[in-house]
């Protein structure tokens, strides 16, 4: 999907910048991870399409593996109550997992995967987001990655939705707040 759908009322990040970044980001944790093995954590569904990049930029080996966990139900406003909908395929146990996540932003969903995941004896766990949006924060999360901090604003696309839509376009942009404050 190329074409700006009349919803989006700013690019935010165009492929070029998120490209860019997700190289830097491989980077770093390629050095990090040179003589460990890696587990990528993937949150399904927004950072499937942030997953796929940054793994292909990786020059260490890596294994992934994906869980799921609703927190706003398909709604803007997080409720901050955090639902495992599906869990790890392989064990956790002993292993250097990186949490993949499109975005934090009241930091409830990731301050749960946090809790969860750490109860369960990984070798070590720490978390890669590729936008940050600081100014929601509820809750204080540890960030090891993070590609860029953004204002707070609803953001779609690269993976990210509103109701399902627009995962598919190749950059980050604001979604027109007329699309969802008459839904609220
Ligand atoms: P948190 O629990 O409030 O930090 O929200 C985390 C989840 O809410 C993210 O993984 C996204 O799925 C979703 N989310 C939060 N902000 C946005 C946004 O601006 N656009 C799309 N999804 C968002
Ligand atoms: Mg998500």
Redesign the pocket.
Known sequence: MRKSPKDIVRVLLTPEQIQRRVKELAAEISADYRRKELTLVS?LK?SVVFLSDLMRQLDCHCAIDFIAVS??RGQVN?SGVVRLIMDLRETPVGKNLLIV??????????DYLLRNLSTRQPKSLKVCTLLD?PAARRIFIPIDYCGFSIPNE???GYG???REKYRNLDYVGVLNPRIYEVKR
């Open positions: 949150i927004g927190s706003y997080t996540e499109d975005i934090i932003d009241t930091g409830y969903t990731m949006k609803f953001v779609v990210m939705d509103y």
